[in-house]
C-alpha cells in the first residue's frame, strides 16, 4: 500500500524547507545507475581473463591493481555494438617485451556455444619503471624473472563479419 502525506505549509515554511535541499553535482555523481547484470559481466570476464593469464604464464604475471577492470570495460564497450554482443567475442591476451616479439599468453571466449563474430586482442606491456623490474636487473638471481605489467596496453577489435550492405 502506497503511502501519501500531505504538505501542508503553514505561512513561515518557505519551499526549502519542503522539499529538502536540493541535490549537488557531488549527490548526482554517487547515484549509482550501472546495471546489475552489466556489474555480474564485468566481474565473471574479469576473472576469467585473470584465471587464463596465470595459468598459463604459472602465476610468474603482476598485474596492476584496477588493470583488469579496465579492460573488462572496453571489452564490455567493444561488445555492445556487435549481433552476439559479447558471447560472440574471443579476446586473446599477448605479451609484447619488444625484445623477444610477441607471445599469446591466454585465449578466452566467453560463450563456446556462439558463434564468433568478433576478434579482441589485448596487448599488454612491460613496465620498465616498477620498482620490482629495477630490483631484477640489480640482482640477477633473483631466480625465475616475473613479468611486471605496465598500466597501458592495447586493445583492438576485429570485426569478422560485415552486416552492413
Known amino acids: 500500500m502506497a503511502h501519501l502525506k500531505v504538505l501542508t505549509p503553514s505561512p513561515s515554511t518557505t519551499l526549502s524547507d519542503l522539499l529538502g535541499p536540493l541535490p549537488t553535482e557531488e549527490d ?5 545507475l550501472e546495471d546489475p547484470t552489466e556489474v555480474l559481466t564485468r566481474a565473471f570476464l574479469r576473472r576469467r581473463v585473470e584465471e587464463e593469464v596465470r595459468t598459463n604464464t604459472q602465476n610468474n604475471i603482476l598485474l ?12 564490455i564497450f567493444f561488445a555492445k555494438d556487435e549481433p552476439c554482443g559479447l558471447r560472440g567475442c574471443v579476446l586473446t591476451v599477448i605479451w609484447d617485451d619488444g625484445e ?19 576478434l579482441l586482442g589485448l596487448t ?13 636487473r640489480i640482482f640477477r638471481s633473483l631466480g625465475k624473472r616475473r613479468m611486471v605489467v605496465s598500466a597501458q596496453y592495447d586493445l583492438t577489435k576485429r570485426r569478422l563479419y560485415s552486416f552492413e550492405e
Request: charged letters at 15%.
Open 28 to 32: 548526482l555523481t554517487e547515484t549509482s
Open 100 to 118: 623477444n616479439g610477441q607471445q599469446q599468453l591466454a585465449q578466452v571466449k566467453a560463450d563456446a556455444t556462439t558463434p564468433t563474430t568478433h
Open 64 to 75: 596492476p591493481p584496477h588493470l583488469l577492470d579496465q579492460v573488462a570495460d572496453h571489452v
Open 124 to 136: 599488454l606491456r612491460p613496465d620498465p619503471a616498477s620498482w620490482y623490474t629495477k630490483m631484477a
